[in-house]
């Protein structure tokens, strides 16, 4: 499962990198975390609760980050156990592209994820829809936030 | 003219005496039993494919509100508890043995497929086993999954024992005689088709409440099961090393079964022997979620196929090379399916000189494939009668014509098949013209014409299918591999009054034995069918018996309970002998009454019966009082349903969803007992093939996850994709037993998938669509016709 967009944001590459890498930004930007914790340069503990088609589910995991490339980008990699409900891990590759008068940046991702378990099996169908949205939600909100304090300023 | 009872016997079709339980929904299944101070259990499974454990960690578990017990594969290990076992082996081409890797009752070491259980969790009730389960840590190491069976031999091995992860590699038939006939055939006819996997899907899902009693040290289990005394077999001998008499296993009302019940599942088991170990009842009963993940799922073949014609069309030769998929370990006769229940019904109904075919069996990272209704034979059907299609087709003949031309001919009977069968009787033509007639075949072009000018494509589609059930004789089952015999048992007792109790060692599960039986002795002993009480399911009750599967009931526990009655006749005659002072030769016994020949004396079976009991005017010194016989019926052969299923299709090419318009069914079961019942089996059994056809499909990803574990991704038949069939016979009773009967149970099943595929190649047709796969979705007919389209706009 593979799923790609992009953003155009009215701020310099550096500003979005810093963003980036905040987690309670980051923690802003997802409205069903409850929990972000940062254990160390590139590791942090998350609890996020979804809701897959029928099940409502809390995963317990961690997100790291990977081929970290400042200000360019970096993988972004979560997996989580929802318990009874299976387990679910998904990765985005983010991507900062800024334009030649480095007023705006173009933020790009491609996110893949996988289930396992009782979401598999009783949401398989629906998975594509919900990792679709979340990343949609995740990005989107990412971006509002960015564009709300830009214009704050 | 003395007044005769009316007696309900052989050929009426008496309404089913158990329905009116089941209809009032006063059944009694095992869930549906109790017992003070049970436990629940449930089963912490696996959710990923293949993995070793590193790690299990209970200590939470273990102190959760109502838990009363954790259990692991190792307190399973330590306690020396076996697991299953496989019923039945096949020797390989290179003459080394089926490889038989072991089954943990709870995995020891490693998982082998999404849904294999870890451990065991008993508790109060079932929320508390569950949420005590959610407690346990699980610490995998993941390995690579191997789900793709045509290429699982280059994927990680699942087990140490299985090099390549090939179970086996067998063969059957001459390789030579065929390779030359089909080096001199006019034309080779090659296809290559896939039997789609399919999840059983019995109403009543498995269930299981064992018991330990620990003044006699005995265990009873309550069970889902289709062969009680197997289970009990299976449980004493070969798990727990102990014996029979000490577990009673009982299976009462049973909501069907299709195969998947025959074998004992690690669950049972588990349960059986949680039940000592915490000294109280143990229940489990699967949701539907695990009986998707864990009853063993049916067919997934593939089958390539060389069929050799001559310059008249008459077959030559026959090669079908086969791969299947076993999955993760090997089930009791999932080793038998797709090899003698399907490799030996490659002749069909055809006379084909030089036959040969190598099967291959593969483990793979999925749940166990074991039999559905049909087990193998649906498969040869499909792979032949697809093949029959497609070459009727390449050599521009009517699909019916180009069967009639290859069938058997009616005088050659008993046929030897170059595929180790001999059929004892058959006669094919008549079904095949009946069921054209049924259908009016011969202005079926008509019906496309006006289909088309509704913008429809109609279709019509042949299917002549044979069966082999009644699996026997022991002896030929013992040499092929197989490692229980294959008779049937009963016990009829004739009750003081002169009413009967069979106790049969068939069991039902939604047959209607307790009719069908119920008639067969009506019938042989004048009765009125109410003096006839059927009692199965319980090994304290019913003799050893073999159970049901494989369309066995009536051909061997139906011939043995006719066998009994001769001997309860038998000895009837010898006692009114004596009270009607004549000599045994001279006793006539009809419609319920002994005579003496040429005389008004006689004496009414009653009357035996009471006798028998008070023997107050009795031979008592050449013959035992009391009138009680057991007969053992091992068969000399199997028997050979066959038939011809033609369905009618009507493709809407906006949609691409396939209507069944029409279907003849036109079957051969020797004798009928209760023709309701029949009818009720072939309705039944079509369904399930038009499921598989047209819906049904069990589908795991790349990382061995089931996407298809529950009906919003599995796709059921429901009325509305049935059509109202038309059910026509003819009659060969067979020759192997006394009753001229074979089997009914299977037949729909096996007859219907290539008749309905054959259908919706025929109304696609014109667009030159030459092959489908099962099962034919609205989306795949309607990527067909579109590609169809493409092409034909290049």
Not at chain 2, 33 to 56: C, E, M, T
Not at chain 2, 319 to 343: I, K
Not at chain 2, 366 to 374: L, M, P, S
Request: charged share 25%.
């Amino acid at each position: 499962m593979e799923i790609k967009d992009s953003y155009e944001l009215p701020l310099p590459k550096e500003r979005v990198w810093a963003a980036l890498n905040d987690e309670e930004f980051l923690k802003k930007s997802i409205p069903w975390c409850e929990k972000l914790e940062r254990r160390s340069e590139t590791e942090l503990a998350a609890e996020v609760k979804l809701k897959i088609g029928p099940m409502s589910t809390r995963f317990i995991g961690s997100i790291t980050l990977s081929d970290i490339d400042p200000p360019n980008g970096y993988t972004i990699t979560g997996s989580g156990k929802g318990g009874i409900a299976g387990a679910a891990s998904g990765s985005a590759r983010v991507k900062l592209v800024e334009t030649k008068d480095t007023s705006s940046t173009t933020l790009s991702y491609e996110v893949s994820a996988q289930v396992k378990g009782k979401i598999a099996q009783l949401g398989s169908r629906l998975i594509q829809s919900t990792a679709k949205k979340l990343s949609k939600n995740f990005f989107g909100s990412f971006v509002q936030q960015l564009e709300d304090i830009n214009k704050s300023k | 003219m003395n007044e005769v009872t009316k007696i309900d016997g052989i050929g009426s079709s008496v309404r089913r005496t158990e329905d009116k339980k089941f209809l009032t929904g006063k059944g009694k299944y095992t869930d549906d039993i109790n017992r003070p101070g049970q436990v629940q259990a449930y089963f912490l499974r696996s959710d990923v494919a293949h993995a070793k454990i590193k790690k299990i960690d209970v200590k939470d578990a273990q102190s959760a509100p109502g838990v009363v017990g954790v259990f692991t594969g190792d307190d399973i290990a330590a306690d020396k508890v076996g697991g299953p076992i496989c019923g039945w082996v096949v020797p390989c081409r290179d003459g080394s043995a089926t490889k038989e890797p072991p089954h943990p009752l709870l995995a020891q070491g490693k998982v082998r497929f999404v849904g294999d259980a870890i451990a065991v969790v008993l508790a109060e009730t079932a929320e508390q086993a569950k949420s005590g389960a959610e407690l346990i840590e699980v610490d995998y190491e993941e390995l690579s999954p191997v789900v793709d069976f045509e290429n699982a031999g280059e994927g990680a091995q699942i087990h140490d024992e299985v090099p390549n992860n090939c179970y086996f590699d067998w063969e059957l038939g001459d390789e030579k005689a065929t390779a030359d006939a089909l080096s001199s055939a006019k034309k080779i006819v090659k296809l290559r088709v896939r039997n789609n996997r399919l999840v059983p899907n019995a109403m009543e899902p498995r269930c299981a409440l064992a018991e330990f009693d620990n003044l006699d040290d005995s265990y009873t289990l309550h069970t889902t099961s289709q062969n009680p005394h197997l289970t009990r077999l299976v449980l004493a001998a070969f798990m727990f090393a102990i014996p029979e008499s000490k577990l009673r296993v009982i299976a009462p009302d049973v909501g069907g079964g299709f195969g998947s019940k025959i074998y004992v599942y690690i669950e049972e088991a588990v349960c059986v022997w949680a039940s000592k170990k915490v000294g109280r009842p143990v229940k489990w009963t699967a949701d539907r979620t695990q009986a998707f993940l864990t009853d063993c799922h049916g067919r997934d073949h593939v089958n390539d196929v060389q069929l050799g014609l001559d310059e008249n069309n008459k077959i030559v030769g026959l090669r079908v090379d086969t791969v299947c998929n076993l999955g993760a370990y090997l089930s009791a006769f999932s080793v038998v399916v797709p090899t003698y229940l399907h490799g030996t019904l490659l002749s069909g109904q055809y006379d084909i000189p030089a036959i040969y075919t190598n099967v291959k069996g593969m483990a793979t990272n999925t749940v166990n494939v074991d039999a559905y209704r049909g087990a193998g034979r649906p498969e040869a059907t499909y792979l032949l009668e697809r093949t029959m299609e497609t070459a009727a087709r390449e050599v521009g003949m009517d699909p019916a014509e180009f069967r009639r031309i290859n069938f058997i001919p009616k005088g050659a009977f008993p046929y030897q098949t170059q595929v180790a069968l001999q059929y004892d009787i058959g006669d094919y033509e008549p079904h095949l013209d009946k069921a054209m007639e049924m259908i009016d075949y011969s202005n079926f072009e008509k019906r496309r014409a006006e289909a088309a000018k509704r913008g429809m494509y109609r279709g019509i589609g042949i299917s002549s299918y044979i069966e082999a059930c009644g699996l026997a004789p022991s002896a030929v089952v013992g040499a092929l591999g197989g490692r229980v015999g294959q008779w049937e048992s009963a016990s009829v007792r004739v009750n003081p009054t002169g009413t009967i109790s069979v106790f049969t060692g068939s069991h039902s599960h939604g047959q209607g034995h307790a009719t069908t039986f119920a008639q067969i002795v009506a019938d042989k002993l004048g009765i009125p069918m109410e003096n006839v009480e059927v009692v199965h399911g319980d090994t304290d009750k019913t003799p050893f018996g073999m159970g049901s599967y494989g369309s066995r009931s009536l051909a061997s526990g139906g011939s043995a309970i006719s066998k009994a009655v001769d001997k309860i006749i038998n000895k009837s005659k010898k006692i009114a002998a004596h009270l009607l002072e004549a000599s045994e030769d001279d006793i006539d016994f009809k419609d319920g009454k002994f005579v003496v020949g040429g005389t008004d004396k006689e004496k009414a079976f009653g009357e035996i019966a009471l006798a028998a009991y008070v023997p107050h005017n009795y031979p008592l010194e050449t013959l035992e009082p009391g009138l009680e016989e057991n007969a053992f019926y091992d068969p000399t052969n199997f028997v050979y349903p066959s038939g011809t299923h033609i369905a009618e299709v009507e493709v809407d090419p906006a949609t691409g969803v396939v209507q069944v318009v029409d279907w003849a069914a036109c079957d051969d079961f020797g004798n009928l007992v209760n023709p309701m019942i029949v009818e009720g089996q072939v309705h039944g059994g079509i369904a399930q093939g038009i499921g598989q056809a047209l819906l049904e499909d069990a589908h795991y990803d790349e990382n061995g996850q089931l996407l298809t574990a529950s009906y919003m991704d599995y796709c059921m038949p429901r009325a509305d994709d049935l059509p109202s069939f038309k059910v026509g016979y003819t009659t060969t009773p067979s020759t192997v037993n006394d009753l001229g009967v074979k089997g009914c149970g299977e037949a729909g099943a096996i007859a219907s998938p290539p008749a309905l595929i054959n259908a919706v190649i025929d109304a696609l047709s014109p667009l030159g669509v030459t092959d489908m796969s099962m099962p034919a979705t609205p989306q795949k007919v309607w990527k067909a016709i579109q590609d169809s389209q493409s092409v034909a706009a290049e």
